[in-house]
């Protein structure tokens, strides 16, 4: 009988999940059955639970038993988890290290405490802090590393809520995409731990911007997109994602190896709002449905689980069954259990309002709303949600790239700050490289976030978010030994770390410390921005960005400590204040500087009725060269993926004939002739001191056309001096990217060059041939850049002229610096700050602290013409940003004059911009000048178009 039982019991075995199917079972089997198989489970159940006598007990019943209980346990760390002596993570044979005479900002009261003194890390943690004598560390004998910070600031390791580092990995290879199923709306069962790929170029680039934990979410493309991981970023001896994890969820093996310890967290991602809308065909009313649906069928099982446990508990065994579970909807289950953080891709009002009432219909907390562009117009809300109001993670000035992110503002941190909600910010990696994550905080520290909550954002409040502040997020005693020393302020733009040190392994080969004046290392003054961060609310996110006509023809800056204009193509400085005790004067008339210097000597300038002066006091600001936008489609789009908004692309010749009406395949067509003025991104770069964009038409594949340079400040096309330049060059790109073969674009490109020049396209590429016009080539790989190297010459030998070629992007030019000097071709590097997103950017120079050099100072090293673009058109406000960061990485060696060049009259000489000085805006700052982070944009003085704008 015994024997005959047991087939029965291993069938029933595989019912453990479909609870239905075991019932239908056990009433087939029969009572004679029923009762043998009890009598055997009997004898293995007493042997574990003599306390159950009942004769019902079924044999797993103290596995049953076990995991019921397991339904009441908390989740977060043991209450001894501070006794730990050593990490989980330890690295065995790692050293001892003693981190002397730091300024460390430790994450705690706040984020206002600033401890001075050592810090001592072994066993993968932060063992001591304070003045340690030699009792302390003797012990260690020689066995200890010993670093002097030389009083550096020393932050914790920063936190990275929102990364898609190892699942989007870089470069992108169709080998290693694994960020989003499109397998189904909801999906909580994937795992992004199942995709982590160990080869990502990125880890040590993130580690290199100070990032030491990211929490790896699943893409937004669906609803519910699966499970996310938090992985620490150092290499592991086991080399596997599994060895990466930081307190992974015993679910990932199904291990408990303490059954009557705290679970560990987990953490989920959910999307709504256009991704999963676009993505699955449907409207924001079926994504929400997609989400009730599968919370609706979490909570039966949940139900079905607390139905059977309490029967269970009490030793009710009759006709229990087995415990309901389903191991695709198990994580949604424990989401109702508030066993996961629930991080939400989020942006409008609209949707956070649903996810607020999904919240409270199913009674589980959100841990964080991602995007979110619209949050900080509804604190009262995210007050509203399940439990604890959600921390926002947002980033600090990327917006407008697709419509539910048009009301992003800048001032979100430091207004949802104000309201007591927790702002973080998030990279998105690869979306804003993650070794910039410190930079987004600088930036809205600039706006306004407060300084304590802005270092926070990253360490200790993005930690505590994950569930992980009891170990990760502060420099404490007993936490891990995750360290960035820094080699400024943390909030001083550039800042880099000198070394980061991961469960107390130092991360940095022999780093590249950048030389920086002392004033760096105290916390930087920004300007006041209340006035703005007021009416970004009170306009919903769209305040008014034109600026104001001075009402005045003259007007006089008074206390200006410089001025910088353009001469003869290049950035001279005219006049710079020794001491704050002889600031100088500007006056403009009609846009145009007609005197500067000091106070009396433009006392005496001849016919200035001095009665009928408008006077803007710079407080020790400048007058700068305004900049030059290029790289993003800006002036030709409102919202990138909009189509409706947006110019469109052109056809490419080389994927399809461009039609007959159009001039067939010999036209090319003019970015002037789809300007679209006024684009928020426009204004908002206008207001920061970006004056003019060059823009290329945009396009897909090879084929561009010509560029053309405009006024980021007017308001139409017929507007005076709006067009600059209605044709500047001729724009093309080869890419690995654009189809069909490198080797096919080349050789369309030497036709254009050296064929027949018919048509329209033929006049232009003519210019070109006779060196009247440049030829501007978005090229990134070195070995294309090579090829271009070559065809130049190739062309110059038949044509007998002197070709002007430009290559645009230009990540590996670096590797060409000298032969492209010698060529005598100009580079404008796009984006400025080097990332290996695909295979034709990889050999990047990182620049500081991996390597002393960066591109911009290799190419600059060996006089090419630099200059810096950007990728995105909402990018195009932090151009003053991006050049003073290559001055500051450069340490000293390139002026500002350079600085300046390098963001405008470099960029117009590249792209066939003119170069009367007449054409130039100058721009206005007070408190510092446009490259200092502390300057605020006050006017902007036009000569070409005879005003002074007030902003
Ligand atoms: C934390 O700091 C912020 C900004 O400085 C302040 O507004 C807030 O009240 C502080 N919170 C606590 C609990 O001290
Ligand atoms: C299960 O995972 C945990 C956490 O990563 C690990 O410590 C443990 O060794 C794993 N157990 C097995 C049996 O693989
Ligand atoms: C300045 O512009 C005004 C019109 O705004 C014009 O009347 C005036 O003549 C101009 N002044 C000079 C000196 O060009």
């Given at each position: 009988m015994m024997e005959g039982s047991i087939p029965h019991r291993r069938n029933g075995h595989s019912f453990v999940h479909r609870p239905m199917c075991q019932f239908r079972l056990l009433s087939a089997l029969g009572l004679f059955t029923f009762i043998v198989l009890n009598a055997s489970q009997l004898h293995l159940s007493s042997y574990h639970y003599p306390l159950f006598s009942n004769k019902r007990a079924p044999v797993h019943a103290a596995a049953i038993i076990s995991r019921c209980r397991q339904l009441s346990l908390e989740t977060g760390p043991p209450s001894d988890f501070h006794t730990r002596s050593q990490s989980d993570r330890f690295v065995p044979g790692a050293k001892p290290v003693l981190v002397k005479n730091a300024r460390i900002w430790t994450g705690g009261k706040n984020g206002t405490e600033i401890l001075r003194g050592d810090i001592l890390l072994d066993k993968g943690l932060i063992k001591s802090i304070g003045r340690l004598g030699i009792k302390q560390t003797e012990t260690y004998g020689n066995r200890l590393v010993v670093v002097d910070a030389k009083g550096a600031w020393i932050t914790p390791g920063i936190v990275d809520i929102h990364s898609h580092l190892a699942v989007g990995s870089s470069p992108e290879l169709s080998g290693a995409?694994?960020?989003?199923?499109?397998?189904?709306?909801?999906?909580?069962?994937?795992?992004?731990l199942d995709g982590l790929n160990t080869h990502d170029d990125a880890y040590l680039l993130s580690v290199a911007g100070g990032v030491t934990t990211s929490l790896i979410l699943p893409g937004s493309a669906d609803a519910i997109g699966g499970q996310a991981f938090v992985i620490k970023l150092r290499e592991t001896a086991e080399r596997s994602p599994s060895s990466m994890l930081v307190e992974p969820p015993y679910q990932i093996n199904q291990s408990y190896p303490n059954p009557n310890l705290p679970l560990r967290w987990r953490h989920i991602k959910h999307a709504c709002g256009e991704n999963p809308s676009g993505i699955y065909h449907g409207t924001r009313m079926d994504t929400i449905w997609a989400f009730r649906e599968a919370y609706n069928r979490a909570r039966l099982i949940k139900e079905r689980q607390d139905e059977f446990c309490s029967a269970a508990l009490a030793g009710k065994w009759d006709n229990l069954g087995e415990f309901p579970d389903d191991l695709k909807w198990e994580a949604l289950v424990d989401v109702l259990r508030g066993r996961v953080k629930v991080n939400i891709h989020c942006y409008e009002a609209v949707d956070i309002d649903s996810m607020v009432r999904l919240s409270n219909e199913f009674k589980f907390s959100i841990a964080a709303f991602h995007h979110a562009s619209e949050a900080y117009l509804i604190p009262d809300l995210l007050k509203k949600s399940y439990g604890k109001p959600p921390a926002v993670a947002l980033f600090a000035t990327s917006s407008r790239y697709k419509r539910e992110a048009y009301r992003a503002s800048e001032f979100a941190p430091r207004i949802l700050a104000r309201h007591g909600l927790t702002a973080l910010m998030k990279s998105d990696h690869p979306f804003i490289n993650s070794r910039y994550l410190l930079h987004e905080v600088q930036q809205a520290y600039y706006y306004g976030f407060p300084e304590n909550l802005a270092l926070a954002s990253v360490t200790s409040n993005s930690a505590e978010t994950m569930g992980l502040g009891h170990r990760i997020g502060y420099i404490k005693e007993g936490w891990d030994a995750d360290l960035v020393l820094w080699d400024s302020h943390p909030l001083a733009l550039g800042a880099t770390p000198m070394q980061v040190f991961i469960d107390g392994v130092a991360q940095l080969e022999s780093p590249y410390v950048i030389p920086k004046p002392a004033n760096f290392q105290r916390l930087p003054k920004v300007p006041n921005f209340d006035k703005e961060a007021h009416e970004a609310v009170a306009y919903e996110?769209?305040?008014?960005?034109f600026p104001k006509k001075s009402p005045l023809d003259l007007i006089t800056f008074i206390n200006v400590k410089s001025v910088y204009t353009h001469l003869m193509g290049s950035v001279h400085q005219m006049f710079f204040a020794q001491d704050d005790g002889h600031l100088g004067v500007v006056i403009t008339r009609n846009g145009s500087i007609v005197c500067s210097g000091s106070s009396e000597a433009c006392q005496k300038t001849p016919g200035l009725d001095h009665e009928n002066m408008f006077t803007i006091d710079l407080a020790g600001g400048a007058i700068s060269p305004g900049l030059v936008s290029f790289g993003s489609p800006l002036g030709l789009q409102h919202i990138n993926q909009e189509s409706s908004t947006n110019d469109g692309k052109v056809y490419d010749p080389l994927i399809r004939p461009i039609p007959k009406l159009v001039g067939g395949d010999n036209s090319i067509i003019r970015a002037v002739d789809g300007l679209l003025f006024g684009s928020r991104d426009a204004l908002l770069a206008y207001r920061a001191g970006v004056t003019t964009a060059i823009t290329a038409p945009a396009h897909g594949g090879f084929y561009a056309g010509l560029g053309t340079s405009f006024s980021?400040?007017?308001?139409?096309?017929?507007?005076?001096?709006?067009?600059?330049?209605a044709v500047t060059a001729v724009h093309v790109s080869i890419r690995h990217l654009s189809k069909p073969s490198v080797s096919t674009q080349i050789a369309a490109l030497r036709r254009l060059l050296t064929g027949p020049q018919n048509g329209a396209a033929g006049q232009w590429f003519k210019k070109v041939t006779d060196g009247d016009i440049p030829l501007v080539v978005e090229a990134h790989s070195a070995d294309i850049i090579a090829t271009l190297i070559s065809l130049k010459k190739e062309v110059e030998a038949t044509t007998h002229t002197t070709i002007k070629l430009t290559v645009t992007g230009a990540s590996e030019a670096h590797l060409l610096a000298k032969e492209l000097s010698e060529a005598g071709i100009g580079v404008i590097l796009n984006p400025s700050r080097p990332f290996p997103a695909v295979w034709e950017d990889?050999?990047?120079?990182?620049?500081?602290?991996?390597?002393?050099?960066s591109s911009i100072t290799s190419l600059m090293t060996h006089n090419v013409v630099v200059g810096i673009g950007c990728?995105?058109?909402?990018?195009?406000?932090?151009l003053p940003f991006d050049i003073a960061w290559a001055a500051i990485e450069a340490g000293g060696r390139i002026s500002k004059e350079e600085a300046f060049a390098i963001g405008s009259s470099n960029v117009e000489k590249l792209l066939g911009?003119?170069?009367?000085?007449?054409i130039h805006d100058l721009v206005a700052t007070r408190g510092g000048d446009l490259l200092d982070a502390r300057a605020k944009v006050v006017a902007v003085i036009s000569p070409r178009r005879q005003l002074v704008d007030l902003l």
């Open positions: 995409i694994d960020d989003n199923s499109y397998n189904g709306i909801v999906q909580p069962w994937l795992r992004s996110g769209l305040p008014p960005l980021l400040g007017a308001s139409h096309k017929l507007e005076d001096g709006s067009v600059i330049q990889r050999r990047i120079n990182p620049g500081p602290p991996i390597t002393r050099e990728v995105h058109s909402w990018a195009a406000r932090s911009g003119e170069a009367r000085a007449e």
